[in-house]
């Protein structure tokens, strides 16, 4: 426990001194927000769709989460260049405890970044329908589950590349998509074939649409099918992120 | 059982098809400096991470403190510390922080770790600088850092891959003049590998020399000098592995090196 611990504490540390990234990485969420929020406003309003920050933000939360959790998880790429692994990797404890550690650490900042894009959200006129304030735990929970998932699905994807080159490709073809694809930013009723099918086959789709069944009580699917999904594959990605990573050489 | 920390009989490890450590056997006495030279690519570092249960071998027998490596990977791993060829600092972090992190993967208890930081903090002048991120270090303090990480868990043994690379000389010195005395007072045994022959020279009781997978001789450096009759351990070096220059893939630590050359040559 106490290994797992350490590991969980770095990652905090690490993610509260970079005052930089922190600030950064909230840029985007706000950009989306402000400009699609209040871009695509008027048209989403009269398409009949009702409010659009009221639709977007339980996106973009998902989306902080999404990013920073996937970057936390890439991490162990950065920590191989410069050596740190190697500390953890020669040290008396098991590939296991190490991956756990550093998966709940990095799940655990990618939550309280969600926590701090869904603070912007209220800036910019998200209101909480159905449960009010009572909301908020179930979306941490959820928002947690989520970050899990993509630490996990990170860390799994650093243990297979050896250096920061396979980087660029990962977002192009991993990130971008799972987000551009997930019903964040339109929603799934009435979609082509094709779309609507890669949507459902997206994991963020499900996290993103709890959240709204949460947050503002409209969810596509069923909330509880949202969560169980989100749970089922995140038990699934942790479990495939700890066997490559215990088998990581160096 | 003899006096040998270290024993490795027959040592042989593949990497598809090609042999990195050829029939290697070697013994290295408790409480000995003990250096591994070698030109590149001539398996150094391939056997310091066979002893230190990063890579399992091909075949042989190996014995740290007594354990196996490949069996006994968690007794192995307390007994020795490492200071790895690349840097394995966390810059982020500060020294005290990466201090305590490796004393708490290593399962001390909070009063042991933090009386042992501070202990070898001192000892390697960090301990006003012990609040201070790595990232603000000098190559130096890092090096000394990396070596107090190394000892934190009482370790018997000390592995150290080219620890002195990249340092200047004063540095160099410096960090000897420390592992010199642990080695006494500590009864620590240094096992180390270094391309600065007259560092091995003037710091190793027992040397062996690798050429090819192969270990090709092993004594004192004046055992060496005199089988060779070379006045000093870096000729005897040169007479014994001839002086064809060694190619190698380029590691992440040659282009250090590399880069290193170009700034101060």
């Known amino acids: ?250 | 059982m003899s006096d040998n920390i270290i024993e490795v009989r027959d040592l042989v490890k593949d990497f598809d098809g090609f042999r990195a450590v050829n029939d290697v056997s070697f013994t290295v006495p408790a409480r000995r400096i003990f250096s591994f030279l070698g030109p590149n690519g001539a398996g150094k570092t391939t056997s310091i991470k066979i002893l230190t249960t990063m890579l399992h071998p091909t075949s042989g027998v190996v014995r740290v403190n007594g354990f196996d490596p490949v069996t006994q990977q968690n007794e192995v791993r307390h007994s020795f510390g490492i200071v790895f060829q690349d840097p394995s600092l966390d810059d982020e972090l500060t020294a005290y922080e990466n201090m305590e992190f490796h004393g708490v993967l290593y399962g001390m208890d909070k009063a042991t770790r933090r009386a042992r930081i501070k202990e070898l903090l001192d000892f390697m002048e960090l301990w006003d600088r012990k609040d201070n991120l790595v990232k603000e270090f000098s190559g130096g303090m890092k090096r000394r850092l990396e070596i107090a990480r190394g000892l934190l868990h009482h370790p018997k043994i000390l592995f150290m891959d080219e620890p002195t690379l990249g340092l200047d000389p004063q540095t160099r010195n410096h960090i000897w003049g420390y592992i010199r005395n642990l080695n006494k007072t500590e009864g620590i045994t240094v096992f180390f590998t270094t391309h600065y022959i007259e560092e091995a020279e003037h710091v190793s009781d027992t040397v062996a020399i690798m050429d090819h997978g192969r270990i090709i001789t092993h004594g004192s450096p004046d055992e060496l000098k005199r089988q060779t009759g070379a006045s000093s351990l870096e000729e005897a070096f040169l007479k014994l592995t001839g002086s064809a220059i060694r190619e190698e893939e380029a590691s992440s630590t040659d282009r250090a090196r590399q880069r290193y050359h170009r700034m101060h040559h």
């Open chain 1, 1 to 250: 426990m106490k290994v797992i611990y350490i590991l969980w504490l770095r990652q905090l540390k690490r993610y509260f001194r970079s005052k930089a990234r922190l600030v950064g990485s909230l840029g985007q969420p706000l950009l989306f927000l402000v400009a699609l929020g209040f871009g695509f406003g008027p048209i989403f309003q009269k398409a009949g769709g009702g409010n659009y920050i009221q639709f977007l933000a339980p996106g973009v939360v998902a989306m902080g989460i999404l990013f920073t959790g996937i970057f936390t998880g890439v991490d162990i790429i950065w920590d191989r260049q410069f050596g740190f692994l190697k500390e953890t990797l020669a040290a008396p404890v098991s590939r296991l405890q190490i991956m756990l550690g550093r998966t709940i650490g990095g799940a655990t900042v990618a939550t309280i970044q969600g926590i701090i894009v869904l603070l912007l959200t209220f800036a910019v006129g998200f209101r909480l329908d159905g449960m009010g304030f009572a909301s908020i735990v179930p979306a941490v929970l959820l928002m947690f589950v989520i970050a899990l998932l993509f630490t996990a699905l990170g860390t799994a994807i650093a243990s297979l590349l050896q250096d920061v080159q396979g980087f660029q490709l990962i977002m192009n073809f991993l990130v971008m998509p799972t987000f551009f694809l997930s019903g964040a930013l339109f929603p799934l009723e009435g979609l082509p074939r094709v779309i609507s099918d890669i949507a459902s086959a997206d994991p963020l789709t499900y996290g993103i649409d709890g959240l709204r069944g949460i947050l503002t009580n409209s969810a596509h699917f069923n909330m509880y099918t949202d969560v169980l999904v989100s749970l089922i594959v995140m038990v699934v990605l942790v479990a495939i992120g700890s066997y490559l990573f215990t088998k990581i050489e160096i």
